[in-house]
């Protein structure tokens, strides 16, 4: 057994007549993502990288983020990947937490644009394959970053049993194996990147279709071409498929589901998608550190697929704790199971977060009969196309700057993100702050452009509730009259 036995063995597939893996032109067999994997290991061994260590790299949807994760695991190593957009600040701090032995990333710049384009390829070292590293199936292998309440990134630790546990359920719930082919534009830094374009193939031969930029007609031809069976992503991606010019049910007819999560994912979007595709449309909820806890399999009720969330399958457990102000069994969700992270890179976030196995997910939400809905956020996240962006993070950013006195970020309703930032700030005297000013202040703070406000008005004071805390339902309903 490696380090990582969950996922050495499950990853140990019989070779595969066809494509494992494609990105553009290039294509390879299970064969040869394997062999190309120890190669990369064997490089890795020459920059110190062995079993325990942690090796950052950048994770944009490309071959070559594959073969870095195969290769920590195949050392034994943890395998930290960083978001290709995260601006310099991001960078700084998520390196800082980790202390990696090796960073195979781009340095982002201080100044102008903070965003490496979308295509870029993490740089690759090889040499003659390595032998792989033996050792504790529950150790660290995976390290994910995801946005806290405090605004500053927080690295989630997964281990190679909890990640292959999870690439089996999934396998199992959605009846997936080598017949079948998955499209896979969102960020491999994404657990949900991560399952579908580096484990599922792995462990159960499913073919991964690189896209490392989305565009829905290059999307029609791919799935027609590739004969993609699945796709899971925020409705985003499944809108502009179905309001492009080009959709029609003989360009999608290999499509038998798709999975969607995050905001936007409602009863009148799952029965357009379903009608208009041609195919089973699931909801699903889940967070880096719990990945897809809810689903539900393919002859489960269609009301329920419409309706809620899904439900859990196989060890994992969900809980309802009722909030002080919570009313008809709604509370926060608190999900058990072997596929939920060890922790934080910090342990007081992990003290915080997890209790007696159960963790602790900030979001609210309702059980009935086993069906999870999810009603919103205890936080005051954002929730942009499927990313999780933090209020606090954006507001401290807004606030650093020389004419702004205070700002309150929220979600402006979106019809095709779901949600955008919006912001409203309190100036100094006559000074002016406008979006335009907005974009170059983040943009010198070296402030990934995912956190960049969208929306920017100028008010006279905030608007506060009468615990003193800001208003900041009437701050979105401002922004959404502007």
């Known amino acids: 057994m490696t380090t990582t036995d969950g996922l050495a063995g499950a990853m140990a597939v019989a070779p595969l007549v066809g494509d494992l893996l494609v990105d ?24 110190g990288v062995g079993a325990g260590t942690r090796v950052a790299f950048d994770a944009p949807v490309a071959a070559e983020t594959v073969m870095l994760y195969r290769a920590c695991w195949h050392l034994g190593a943890v395998a930290a990947a960083l978001h ?19 960073t195979l990333a781009r340095a982002r710049p201080s100044s102008g644009s903070s965003s490496a384009p979308p295509d870029s390829r993490p740089y690759l070292v090889t040499a003659e394959p390595a032998p792989a590293v033996f050792g504790d199936p529950t150790g660290a292998a995976l390290v994910l970053f995801t946005s806290g309440s405090s605004g500053a990134p927080k690295g989630v630790v ?19 194996g080598p017949a079948d082919a998955v499209l896979m534009p969102a960020p491999l830094a994404h657990v949900s990147g991560l399952l579908h374009a580096v484990l599922l193939p792995a462990v159960g031969g499913v073919k991964a279709v690189l896209m490392p930029r989305w565009d829905p007609g290059a999307a ?8 993609i069976t699945y796709m899971v992503g925020p409705p985003t991606f499944f809108l502009d498929l179905m309001d492009h010019p080009r959709c029609a049910r003989d360009r999608v007819e290999s499509l038998r589901f798709l999975s969607c999560g995050g905001t936007g994912v409602t009863p009148a979007f ?10 089973l449309v699931k909801r699903s909820y889940g967070s880096t550190e719990a990945p897809t806890v ?11 697929m419409i309706g809620t969330d899904g439900r859990a399958h196989g060890a994992t ?12 069994g709604e509370g926060e969700v608190r999900v058990r199971g072997p596929e939920v992270a060890t922790g934080y890179l910090d342990p007081a976030e992990t003290d915080a977060a997890f209790e007696d196995g159960w963790f602790r997910t900030g979001d609210r939400g309702r059980l009935d009969g086993g069906w999870l809905t999810i009603t919103g956020r205890l936080d005051d996240a954002v929730i942009r196309g499927g990313e999780n962006i933090s209020a606090a993070a954006v507001e401290r950013t807004v606030e650093a700057h020389p004419s702004v006195r205070q700002a309150v970020a929220v979600g402006v309703p979106d019809d095709r993100l779901g949600q955008r930032v919006g912001i409203a700030v309190v100036v100094d005297g006559d000074d002016e702050f406008d979006l335009n000013a907005c974009r170059h202040w983040f943009t010198d703070q070296g402030v990934g ?8 008005l100028v008010v006279d004071t905030i608007p506060t509730l009468p615990s003193g805390k800001p208003d900041r339902a009437s701050v979105a309903r401002a922004l959404s009259r502007q």
């Open 84 to 102: 290709p957009l995260a601006g310099s600040a991001q960078l700084d701090d998520a390196l800082s937490q980790l202390d990696p032995v090796v």
């Open 24 to 47: 553009g032109d290039r294509r390879w067999s299970s064969d040869e993502v394997t062999s190309a994997s120890a190669r990369v290991a064997g490089g890795l061994t020459g920059h």
């Open 158 to 176: 997964h281990s190679g049993q909890a990640l292959a546990v999870k690439a089996r359920q999934l396998l199992d719930v959605h009846s997936l």
């Open 449 to 456: 452009r995912l956190l960049t406000p969208e929306q920017v």
């Open 317 to 328: 457990e969900l809980r309802i704790d009722d909030l002080p102000a919570g009313a008809d």
């Open 270 to 279: 799952v029965e357009r998608a379903g009608t208009e595709l041609g195919c």
């Open 220 to 227: 029609l031809d791919l799935i027609e071409r590739e004969s």
């Open 294 to 304: 809810t689903t539900s399999r393919n002859d489960d009720p269609v009301e329920a």
